[in-house]
């Protein structure tokens, strides 16, 4: 019997196992946003570090940072010729709030037609557990082919504020040649998928002024420029008819789709109808020559996320406003990085904000896009490992929002992140009945099993 | 002794009489918004309506409306082939706050260095007995050569918001040849001058709506067309790079400014400087080819009054917003209606809103603009009795702002405003310290006085 048939016998004798272990974790309620349950943030981090050294992990630890701790832990017997993963997760959840809306205690983990029903049990506890047990099967059974690093951390869900300063301190215990990160999903219980790029984020807040104070639009208006009305020029100018962003040097570094990509994308689920639904919207568009899957995931972006100018309650108030103020936020893809488009964004205002208007521009939030190269050996290993699960090729997706973590650690580790998790998107995440379809944990535990013996080679 | 001289000689001869009686009715704290000075209101009205009385008036009426009562007075000897003139005025004033500030009770009115300092003392109450005086100066001494009539509202200072409904039920009593609108001033003390025209006001709310409900802008950006990004094209497709409006039809009925008038604009004392220190901007600009004066006060504007769309709190939301709102207002100038405007306004959006996104507009308030021919009989009257008084040609001007009153007058009587009162720019006008200036006081009477004579020809 070949290691992995070993630790494929040893996943499917232990099934009854390992759902039990992933029920004990559910039952902890490790709220990250809620104080009271710091007691449980703990006690979920030292689960999962009893688990790696009941697997005799070389070095294992609740390391602090100035919240929640991160477990770290290594297990680096394969040697330094062979590829070292770094796995990503996070043992914290969501709050459980509005609590009536469940059908039972979100953490008195039920079974219900091959669903568990628990806060955590997708988002991800599920997905955590999943790989804890793929190493188990692996490690208790014969051979692990590469070198595992977990960094499990208990802060994701309020935004992971101490994962900067905690990386940049302890860098180099991290080292690997990329990550993995489990906090991710398939599109549905029998669609296997994989995403390999995600979308980066530049906000700013632009702030106009004119006159030095609110005046009367009637004493007033004409003779003096409006931040009103020059916020609207500035921000139309930002765009073409066809929906193209305007700011100089905007797509300069954008990767362009290749007709493989083009091909892809337009198998997934997401035709235009579904977009036009799920939007509502009386008709879709967007920059012309991309389907509204491309846009929304491949194609950089440029929205108004908020203006504030003058007068706004009921009725009529003839102010001439001395300010106004926008936030808009792009959406970038890769190669673009959120400096450039500060850049360009900059370069755009210096050049078209008219006489008689002051500005200043205050960037809110950035995130690098991610992306993992579709011939890369991490991700050819995951897709052969879906193939054998699924007994299918999987579908090869882009994701239109931000993963921070992945620019993180792709800037601070200088590697990239292959997205394999196994959540549905029906799984009510942050939601009520938040629930796990428990033939994909096993089919997960499976995938990753798969994974590390084809990424080994 | 002419007529006229015999009115001078009296006015010369009861000037402390006069004054005495402007004490006397600046005394009563008729504060039309505060419900506890009712009394003070029907006071002040009995006031007015017993001077006319004293003088014979052959209709003298206290008349109701839904909240302060209008003083009605009609004196019609001079036949119908001599013009009739409605003069209007308002009898109620602005509340005192804050108190502390007043160097003398604003009540309690005291005379210091020319002036007398009191609450209505400018705004308008010495406009209006200036006015009365003027007629008991001609009436006890000799022949009044036009008819006239009087409308003194008590509800000037909340907006006349039962004007329109008094005018309509009453319209025929005030049936005239033209109104003198005594709630006026000058442009300085020894600096004559005439208001003959006033801008309207077309005051919209639009509305549009994107996706059915605020979406994620990463997992939906670029796919949905954004509101607030729309809100902002069509804003700035609203002015061209002269800041001329393109609204469809907009500049169809203004009507363009004389050569004399240019001249005349030019020399009220209003240089860029004056506009530029106004503002506080850095610069100013506006409508290509025109002055600041004339941009504030002879040309119709088009400005953003306020702007609200999506997150506008501290920090960074990545929401694609469903709704975005614009309060945006136009100063109309003849012959221009609010009617007019609104049609451009729903061409322009019918014709530029594009596909995903749903509109609507509301009009939230509007007035005509003003008018009175330069070369009319009661402008020519008015400057020849300025002249005669101050011995200089008084400067003719144009009001940037609106007067709700003159439109309805307009719209409701069919008649024009002459706009001629004495009030000055340093009046303190709803602010601590209201005064008028004694000698402008006495001026505005001798200038009233003449005008009736130079109008009867």
């Known amino acids: 019997m070949s290691n992995l048939e070993a630790a494929l016998t040893y996943a499917h004798d232990h099934k009854k196992d390992f759902l039990n272990d992933l029920l004990s974790i559910l039952r902890i309620p490790s709220i990250s946003t809620l104080p009271e349950h710091n007691a449980d943030i703990v006690a979920s981090a030292q689960w999962i570090a009893s688990q790696l050294e009941e697997l005799s992990f070389d070095e294992v630890e609740i390391m602090p940072t100035s919240r929640h701790p991160v477990v770290y832990g290594s297990w680096t017997k394969a040697g ?19 609590l009536d809306q469940w059908g039972t205690d979100p953490f008195d983990p039920r079974i219900r037609e091959d669903n568990v029903f628990a806060r955590g049990a997708s988002d991800m506890k599920g997905q955590v557990v999943a790989h804890l047990k793929a190493m188990e099967a692996i490690l208790k059974s014969g051979n692990l082919p590469v070198n595992i690093k977990y960094m499990i951390e208990g802060e994701e869900e309020i935004g992971s504020p101490s994962l900067e300063a905690f990386l940049k301190n302890h860098g180099d215990l991290f080292e690997c040649d990329f990550c993995l990160n489990a906090d991710s999903g ?21 702030r106009l002024q004119g006159p030095s104070t609110d005046m009367h639009s009637g ?4 003779a003096v420029v409006n931040p009103g009305n020059i916020l609207c020029s500035l921000i139309a100018g930002m765009k073409d008819q066809d929906y193209k962003v305007t700011l100089p040097g905007f797509y300069d570094h ?10 892809e994308l337009a198998q997934l689920p997401q035709p235009e109808d579904w977009w036009l639904k799920q939007s509502g919207a009386n008709a879709l568009d967007g920059e012309k020559g991309f389907t509204s899957t491309e846009r929304a995931t491949a ?30 936020s792009m959406r970038l893809v890769p190669d673009q990085t959120p400096g450039m488009v ?11 904000v008219p006489p008689g208007i002051s500005w200043e521009i205050k960037g809110l ?6 992306f993992i190269d579709r011939d890369s050996d991490a991700v050819k290993a995951a897709s052969r490992a879906l193939e054998s699960v699924w007994g299918k090729s ?21 590697v990239n992140s292959l997205l394999l998790g196994f959540g549905l998107p029906d799984d009510n995440l942050h939601a009520p009945n938040e629930k796990m379809y428990l033939p994909n944990f096993y089919r997960g535990i499976e995938t990753y099993i798969r994974f590390m013996y084809e990424i080994a080679g």
Chains 1, 2 share one sequence.
Not at 186 to 206: D, H, K, N, Q, V
Not at 394 to 414: A, D, T
Request: aromatic content about 8%.
């Open 394 to 414: 999987p579908l090869f997706k882009r994701e239109g929002g931000s993963v921070p973590v992945v620019g993180l650690i792709r800037e601070l580790l200088g």
């Open 186 to 206: 398939i599109l549905g219980a029998e669609i296997p998928s994989m995403s390999y790029a995600l979308r980066g984020l530049a906000y700013f807040e632009i």
């Open 342 to 352: 500060k850049q360009s964004l900059e370069t755009y205002l210096a050049e078209n």
């Open 254 to 263: 954008v990767r362009p789709l290749t007709q493989d990509e083009h091909k």
């Open 365 to 370: 939030s950035s995130c690098m896009p991610g």
């Open 80 to 98: 330094t010729q062979a590829p070292t993963i770094l796995v990503y997760g996070h043992y914290d959840v969501q709050p459980v709030d509005p």
């Open 219 to 222: 004493i007033f208006g004409g």
């Open 299 to 328: 194609r950089p972006t440029l929205d108004v996320n908020g203006l504030y100018c003058g007068f706004i309650g009921e009725g009529s108030k003839t102010v001439l406003p001395a300010k106004a103020m926008a936030k808009i």
